[in-house]
């Protein structure tokens, strides 16, 4: 079992910038592979970023790459979410989630385990 806590959100004008953390519990935080999904008001929950275990490989949605920033420290079993350049298209729930199959997916069903979200508004 992995319990996952989000934290970093808030509100932020457009242009500006935040970073999310993610912090899991246990001892076998470093075998997952992590995800960030979010989900805006009446709209379906969209992949954000993904990281392998190792931290060797990252993954993007389009709508992201270039902007944010997915990295882990597996000694604070905490992954991240640098948020640069934000939109107010980027406004929603962000959750964490971690995978112990794949090296990192953007299809939610493969994720076991879940945060709580943490609540991201972008100003224009």
């Known amino acids: 079992q992995v319990q996952l806590v989000e934290s970093g959100g808030g509100l932020v004008q457009a242009g500006g910038s935040l970073r999310l953390s993610c912090t899991a519990s246990g001892r076998t935080f470093s075998s997952y592979a992590m995800g960030w999904f979010r989900q805006a008001p009446g709209k379906e929950r969209e992949f954000v970023a993904a990281?392998?275990?190792?931290?060797?490989?990252?993954y993007y949605a389009d709508s992201v790459k270039g902007r944010f920033t997915i990295s882990r420290d597996n000694a604070k079993n905490t992954v991240y979410l640098r948020m640069n350049s934000l939109k107010p298209e980027d406004t929603a729930v962000y959750y964490c989630?971690?995978?112990?199959?794949?090296?990192?997916?953007?299809?939610?069903?493969?994720?076991?385990?879940w945060g709580q979200g943490t609540q991201v508004t972008v100003s224009s």
């Open positions: 990281i392998s275990w190792s931290g060797g490989s990252t």
């Open positions: 989630a971690a995978d112990g199959v794949s090296s990192g997916s953007s299809d939610g069903y493969d994720y076991d385990f």
